[in-house]
């Protein structure tokens, strides 16, 4: 195996071999379904009218038999050969990751069922592949529904097991129209009844790559099924969002168009992103267009299809072994092809063939692979190297409003650049002054307590610094800051109060004035007014945010206080606007803010950001004039989501990107190399840096177990995993270990000298189980009382890193020093539900592995709701996932401290002792173990040589993104 090579140590070699790395899938969240298949649905094969619409053909390349291609032939395997199609022949063969994959997930079948599965790289085109499986040269595959509806008709292949992303085994789509069409939302069959006549809009299908399902085969045959008799058809060329049907309809080419399923309410923020440069605005979008009737769920996801040579047993064999694993594809999981899937199939393919659509045709097209070609030098667009700075992002959040904390992931690149607040935080979480002339302190007076009992307030005052002004020229002045509080705090303003601290600073401001038109000064609420919030509600008239202040005690005071002054909107542009509609806005969508670069272009659906330099922004014109997120606004061909290592690779050699930033974490486990980053320095042709995610992988101890109940026990456990070869084997050794709850560069962090060491070792850990009483002669060791040590390990399989293969070396570990660990992975839904019906939640495992996603800046969540004795999930409280103490800790000294963490007004007067507050709750969490922190894991920040001052932040990802100093970013863009 190749990559042992890589491994430093021999030990770790053999432990690599334990790790199974799986290939994700699709990323895409499944489709909103408001309602089910009915049981009852009437099944139909009718064929349609020819008169209904006109058919496209395809011109077939049909082998008469075809050979998958690949390293082996046929020939070449041994007799008993179960042969996978795993990829088709269009991927390059120096892609060793697709290859690799495939024989990863076979040999997961071979030991779950006892049969030499072998995985093969297969032919050009679906038909190719579903003819292999017809002459036995292929066993089985994965397929869409289109592919097995056209095979199974001719007794080619038989099920398998069929597939649910996000638990969804299918999904449903949407008709739309205009308004002022006479068309009415409603329910079959009347909403279908008025569509007789109608011209519809469908996809062109000359240049297909996928099917067009939910665009045009699956509506077309539900509207003949029901004898809806269409007007003419209008094919619409595609546009670059794919919705060209839809821009068909609002333009008036044709009545109504389908599309992929969703909600109604959210259709008014989708306008197509090629209308953004209409004069059109999204508010006329959404008077404009209407959701007419969604489907119940009736589009399957794939399928894996067994050859109809295979017999019985052995197809009932593999089926039972692929269900009993995990799948190798993110957030898909195996179904059993039982009597619902069979009628569910059975619906579609009636749908399929009542619209004529020219399945073998389409299924003959050789795939194109163009955009995924990573040996492709990419082509510069005229100007784009001497143009802009471009950074490669994921542009699939396009189309949201350009507001402040709208948490989409490309709202969290754009936003640090064009929007300009009082004060932002650093890198290190720091804050600095940035529309503020300076940070208010007590020591400076600026923060100031006044007033007397339960009247006494904080006031925070800023100074703004001198001759500000908006990116449209207009003087920034304090009345904008009042006008700004007022705005976000109408009950009907459609974005959320969320901060560093949980609820955001500004619900807890009373009133804001401006002292002159440079000093503004924002008071807290009083004690007084605090409680009557509670019952009131405040200005938000609603008392749900404010139910902690019930029984307030003195002043409010925020932990992240600062953020007081994060609301900073143009009086004079949204004066007129109601709060309600500002989302909707064409402000929304070209913003005006006091930023260091303007929003002019894009932001659309898949289309790239441009940026351009503000000159008049408040530290200075940044030195780089055009900013783009985005490589498609260079290269066409490109992905519009992060590129993968060596199309970035491509991209830097061409010199048409610069930097990737904001890619969340390598998913290893789907394919995807950290040392294909590496090579990227190593190569000269990037900065690399290897930044850490505030998130760490963690084992839960459930108290409750008689075993782990022995402190000692727990020691032992943790001093039997060696967790640097974790680092080592799923992170490739971009991760780094923990001794807290908290990373080692959190300001709140307790310090090494002040936790302990659970270093690897093994006869540390011996010692410690036999000290507890265990005999270890045996195995699994045995106490007298309590009996054998066997331990379940409950996981789920959703982490961007081998999980599985971390699990596996934890329990080669554990074997070593006489425990028995039984693994068992488990579905999203079932590890974390609602109630105490989860695994993780309902607290029914002895180890639960896990990942966790920490809180912000100041954030206090994690002591709160994993370490506090009343956040234990039982019965009485339902287990909802807020009461997250799964280990069941309790100790009372930590349940005394939790509210001291919450004290502004202490962290603010009395910051050492607020610390040590800290300090102290990590200690006794530490000490007492009920969890052992695996490692912290790191993302990978790619800038292009010359590029210098890009800082990323480890409270990236809604708290400091990689963009938030990007006005003192200094690039060349000639060389």
Same mark, same amino acid.
């Given at each position: ?119 093969? *790289? ?90 067009? /399902? ?27 969002? %794919? ?16 599309? +992929? ?115 492709? *030098? ?42 300009? /607040?009082?004060?932002?935080? +650093? ?109 009131? %509600?405040?200005?938000? /008239? ?42 909707? !806005? ?73 930097? *990737? ?92 000298? !002040? ?17 507890? %009483?265990?005999?270890? !002669? ?26 599985? %293969? ?13 425990? /028995? ?155």
């Amino acid at each position: 195996m190749h990559a042992i090579a890589k491994c430093p140590q021999k030990r770790l070699c053999s432990l690599f071999l334990l790790f199974v790395l799986t290939l994700g899938g699709c990323n895409r969240s499944p489709s909103p379904a408001p309602t089910t298949l009915p049981a009852t649905a009437t099944l139909s094969t009718a064929t349609p009218p020819a008169t209904q619409t006109a058919t496209i053909t395809f011109t077939p390349t049909i082998a008469p038999s075809a050979t998958p291609a690949g390293t082996a032939t046929p020939t070449e395997l041994p007799e008993d050969a179960i042969v996978l199609n795993y990829g088709l022949a269009i991927v390059p063969d120096d892609q060793e990751g697709w290859t690799d994959e495939g024989e990863k997930w076979a040999q997961q079948i071979t030991t779950a069922s006892g049969l030499n599965v072998v995985a093969l *790289q297969g032919p050009a085109t679906d038909m190719e592949v579903l003819q292999a499986l017809r002459d036995g040269k292929i066993d089985m595959a994965l397929m869409s529904p289109l592919g097995y509806g056209y095979a199974h008709a001719l007794g080619w292949v038989e099920p398998g097991v069929a597939s649910a992303l996000y638990g969804e085994s299918a999904s449903s789509f949407t008709f739309v129209s205009r308004t002022d069409t006479g068309l009415i939302p409603g329910e079959p069959p009347e909403v279908l009844a008025q569509l007789a006549g109608k011209r519809p809009c469908w996809p062109a299908l000359e240049d297909l790559l996928f099917p067009p /399902e939910q665009e045009y085969i699956l509506p077309l045959g539900l509207l003949v099924q029901a004898g809806v008799e269409l007007g003419e058809s209008v094919f619409v060329p595609r546009t670059p969002a %794919g919705l060209n049907q839809v821009v068909g309809v609002f333009r008036g080419e044709c009545d109504f168009a389908a599309m +992929d399923s969703l909600y109604a309410e959210n259709f008014a923020n989708m306008m197509p992103g090629e209308l953004d440069n209409s004069g059109l605005t999204f508010a006329e979008w959404a008077a404009q267009m209407q959701v007419l009737y969604t489907t119940p769920p009736i589009k399957p996801w794939t399928l894996l299809a067994f050859s109809a040579n295979l017999d019985t047993d052995t197809r009932q064999q593999l089926a039972d072994a692929i269900r009993s694993k995990p799948s190798p594809f993110e957030s898909v999981s195996w179904l059993a092809f039982d009597e619902q899937q069979a009628a569910l199939y059975d619906y579609y393919q009636g749908l399929v063939t009542a619209s004529s659509f020219d399945v073998a045709g389409y299924l003959s097209k050789p795939w194109v692979l163009a955009q995924y070609d990573v040996d492709a *030098q990419p082509t510069a667009a005229p100007g784009s190297l001497t143009d802009a700075l471009v950074i490669d992002a994921d542009l699939s959040g396009g189309g949201e409003p350009f507001l402040p904390y709208n948490n989409t992931v490309l709202n969290r690149q754009v936003m640090p650049a064009i929007y300009a /607040e009082l004060a932002r935080l +650093d890198a290190d979480g720091n804050y600095f002054p940035y529309l503020a002339k300076e940070l208010p302190t007590l020591q400076n007076g600026l923060l100031r307590f006044v007033g007397e009992g339960e009247d006494e307030v904080l006031e925070v005052e800023f100074q703004l610094r001198s001759g500000l002004t908006w990116q449209d020229g207009q003087p920034l002045t304090a009345g904008d800051l009042v006008f700004s509080w007022e705005l976000v705090m109408q009950p009907d303003w459609p974005g959320y109060h969320w901060g560093n601290a949980g609820a955001a600073a500004e619900i807890f401001v009373s009133s804001v004035e401006a002292l002159s038109p440079e000093r503004v000064v924002y008071r807290l609420m009083s004690q007084k007014q605090a409680r009557q919030a509670a019952q009131d %509600g405040g200005r938000l /008239e609603d008392a749900a945010p404010y139910a902690s202040l019930a029984a307030q005690e003195g002043p409010v005071v925020p932990l992240d206080i600062l953020e007081v002054g994060r609301n900073v909107y143009p009086q004079h542009l949204l004066a007129d606007i109601p709060a309600s509609q500002v989302a909707s !806005s064409d402000f929304a969508h070209r913003p005006v803010y006091a930023g260091a670069y303007r929003l002019v272009e894009g932001g659309g659906d898949d289309q790239p950001v441009v940026l351009e330099a503000f000159d008049g922004f408040a530290l200075g014109a940044p030195s780089i004039p055009r900013v783009v997120f985005g490589t498609v606004y260079a290269d066409p061909t490109a992905w519009a989501y992060w590129q993968s290592p060596d199309q970035l690779a491509a991209a830097l050699k061409a010199g048409i990107v610069q930097a *990737q930033l904001g890619l969340p974490a390598v998913r290893s486990r789907q394919g995807e190399d950290p040392l294909a980053y590496d090579a990227l320095a190593a190569q000269g042709l990037a900065t690399v840096t290897w930044v850490p995610r505030y998130g760490w992988e963690t084992l839960d101890f459930n108290l409750d177990n008689p075993h782990l109940a022995d402190l000692r026990v727990r020691q032992a456990i943790a001093h039997a995993i060696d967790r640097q070869a974790i680092i080592d084997l799923a992170l490739y050794g971009h991760g780094s270990l923990m001794r807290s709850y908290l990373p080692s560069w959190d300001p709140r962090y307790a310090g090494d000298d !002040s936790l302990p060491d659970y270093d690897y070792d093994p006869e540390e850990a011996r010692g410690l189980l036999q000290e507890a %009483g265990y005999d270890l !002669s045996q195995f699994p060791a045995v106490h007298p009382t309590l009996g054998a040590l066997t331990l379940k390990l409950a996981s789920m399989d959703v982490a961007p890193y081998p999980r599985p %293969g971390t699990a596996a070396l934890i329990q080669e570990e554990l074997k070593a020093i006489g425990i /028995e660990v039984q693994v068992q992975f488990y579905e999203w839904l079932e590890f974390e539900a609602y109630d105490c019906s989860g695994i993780r939640n309902g607290r029914q495992f002895d180890l639960g592995m896990a990942g966790w996603l920490g809180g912000d800046r100041f954030d206090t969540w994690y002591p709160e709701h994993v370490t506090a004795s009343w956040s234990i999930p039982t019965e009485e409280n339902g287990c909802p996932l807020d009461n997250a103490n799964w280990s069941g800790w309790r100790n009372a000294r930590v349940d005394e401290i939790i509210p001291l963490l919450n004290d502004g007004r202490l962290a603010l007067e009395h910051p050492g002792e607020y610390l040590a507050l800290w300090r102290e709750h990590q200690q006794l969490w530490a000490n007492e173990l009920p969890s052992l922190p695996l490692f912290n894991w790191q993302r990978p920040v790619v800038t292009a040589p010359g590029l210098q001052g890009v800082q990323p932040s480890p409270f990236a990802f809604g708290g400091v993104e990689d963009t938030w100093n990007i006005f003192s970013w200094v690039f060349d863009l000639g060389n």
